[in-house]
């Protein structure tokens, strides 16, 4: 159950932007790919009616957690505030879920940054074996966590922008080669396809805890992060 509590973390001097940029860097990320597929898939209209409806809820989720985790002394991950909150059955469940859900990520996002820093290393002539950078990616990532929330926080900061502007150049660069005919189209019959999807491109569940501990344990930080 070493997953129910957070590791000791030291308290930060309030501040938003590392905090809003650690949520934006956790959400942004494989969904980024699914996305796309969803909308062409269910219609524009359809697919912004619903990514509407669950950016909404994910974001009341959030604001929730936040409001348990500031009263709240003890330091706790979901697991332990479901066991606090609910009971010994649901932080059984929690940990569980949590755990494999965790897992999942992890592994997708594995596969994908090996991947990408294979392509990238291949450009630039160096080794691009995919399951070499896969090695390479998880003792990376295991090396900066264990270092600690600041030079985690500091790397994520500086990694989110770089996927911001990334992203910026490639809407420009796309926006001449866009095809609009058939994008408008509704297809309500399907939309129930797009939740799990949307579901898991937008939530940043698992780290609001962190946010809150960046912040500052400020809450109106935290909220506004």
């Given at each position: 159950l070493q997953a129910c509590y957070n590791p000791p973390m030291s308290v930060r001097k309030a501040s938003f932007i590392p905090a809003f940029l650690t949520l934006v860097g956790t959400i942004i990320g494989a969904g980024v790919f699914g996305i796309p597929a969803v909308f062409q898939h269910i219609g524009l209209i359809t697919g912004s009616v619903v990514f509407l409806i669950v950016t909404l809820l994910i974001l009341s989720t959030h604001l929730l957690f936040v409001e348990i985790?500031?009263?709240?002394?003890?330091?706790?991950?979901l697991p332990g505030y479901a066991g606090k909150i609910i009971g010994r059955?649901?932080?059984?469940?929690?940990?569980?879920?949590?755990?494999?859900?965790?897992?999942?990520?992890?592994?997708?996002?594995?596969?994908?940054?090996?991947?990408?820093?294979?392509?990238?290393?291949?450009?630039?002539?160096?080794i691009d074996n995919v399951l070499f950078w896969q090695i390479i990616f998880w003792f990376g990532g295991i090396f900066?966590?264990?270092?600690?929330?600041?030079?985690?926080?500091d790397v994520e900061v500086a990694l989110t922008w770089m996927l911001l502007a990334v992203m910026?150049?490639?809407?420009?660069?796309?926006?001449?080669?866009?095809?609009?005919?058939?994008?408008?189209m509704t297809n309500w019959g399907e939309a129930h396809a797009a939740l799990g999807i949307f579901i898991f491109a937008l939530s940043g569940f698992n780290v609001i805890p962190e946010v809150y501990e960046i912040a500052g344990r400020n809450v109106s930080k935290t909220r506004l992060a």
């Open positions: 985790i500031a009263r709240d002394k003890a330091r706790r991950r059955w649901a932080q059984t469940v929690a940990v569980v879920t949590h755990s494999m859900q965790l897992i999942g990520a992890n592994l997708a996002y594995l596969i994908l940054g090996g991947g990408f820093l294979a392509v990238i290393a291949g450009y630039f002539g160096a900066i966590v264990m270092s600690g929330l600041k030079l985690l926080t910026v150049i490639m809407i420009i660069l796309a926006i001449p080669q866009a095809q609009v005919v058939g994008a408008m």
